[in-house]
């Protein structure tokens, strides 16, 4: 890991990682992408709307029925390189979650954080975003650079835009970066598979639709610091029960936050 590369994500909150895995790896991740869309889990959702020509489609925690998954969170460079960045020396998987588009697909993921969705607080978060497809500059995720450092700001759902997480007025609206982009620091690449893009879970962010095939795997992984938040709404994704058996404040030592690093 360079050190421009840990300089660029404590920086801006996100950071690409060129050629983070090698081609066999790329094939082997984009066979286990392949048997989720056929087989998708209970957990899986359409996010593109109805009249869309294209489709978009999620799964969230399959890799304990994916052994190609499993493989490339576990033995590939991922959670070393999320331990750099976060500057942790334990890193536990959080989730994986599947986004693949279809050719032609027009619907686009608003700007968003990430963590305001979830159970868990903390500042050591790295979320990857893995293409095994490749990604003009048009399609890619574009991220707000510095917006990692906070506030956090509400969640809504993507269809609707209900407060559905945190209580209306509990937080700040995201600003409305697609009426003045110019106004914001954005960064964004063109991918080629095998290049990764490593971003913080607060770090505003969004895609627009995409005129190709893109099929991207997301490898989310936590730090030292991080610890669970029970909610008193439904998380995405969700880990039913969890608050049983993982008081509020605790780590994350627990089978479905696995250790990854180190090995």
């Known amino acids: 890991m360079r050190a421009e590369d840990i300089e660029a994500f404590a920086r ?10 090698i081609p066999s790896e790329v094939a082997r991740l984009t066979e286990g992408i ?8 209970p957990r899986a959702k359409v996010a ?3 009249d869309d020509p294209g489709r978009f489609v999620e799964d969230f925690c399959t890799w304990p029925d994916n052994p190609a998954y499993r493989e490339i969170l ?26 693949t588009k279809a050719a032609g697909t027009r619907t686009p993921t608003p700007w968003h954080q990430d963590q305001p969705y ?17 990604v003009p500059a048009e399609a890619t995720l574009r991220f707000v650079a510095g917006s990692h450092r906070g506030p956090w700001l509400m969640p809504r759902s993507f269809m609707d835009q209900q407060a559905r997480w945190f209580p209306e007025g509990s937080l700040a609206d ?15 690449w063109a991918l080629q598979p095998g290049d990764v893009v490593a971003f913080h879970m607060l ?18 992984y936590v730090g030292d610091d991080v610890t669970h938040a029970p909610r008193a709404w439904e998380t995405s994704p969700a880990f039913p029960g969890l608050e049983a ?10 089978p479905l936050f696995p250790v990854a690093w180190p090995r």
């Open 12 to 21: 801006d909150g996100a950071v690409c990682l060129k050629g983070l895995l």
């Open 34 to 41: 392949e048997a989720n869309l056929a087989a998708p889990s």
């Open 48 to 50: 593109s709307t109805p």
């Open 74 to 99: 576990f033995d590939s460079n991922l959670p070393g390189a999320a331990a750099a960045l976060m500057g942790s020396r334990g890193v536990r998987l959080y989730h994986d979650h599947m986004l």
């Open 118 to 134: 979830y159970n868990i607080e903390g500042r050591q978060t790295c979320s990857f975003w893995i293409p095994v497809d490749a």
């Open 174 to 188: 995201l600003p409305d970066i697609e009426a003045d982009p110019a106004a914001f620091p954005i960064l964004g």
């Open 203 to 220: 770090t505003l962010h969004a895609a627009a639709g995409s005129s190709g095939r893109r099929r991207v795997f997301s490898a989310r």
């Open 245 to 254: 058996e993982l008081p509020a404040g605790a780590p994350l030592d627990h």
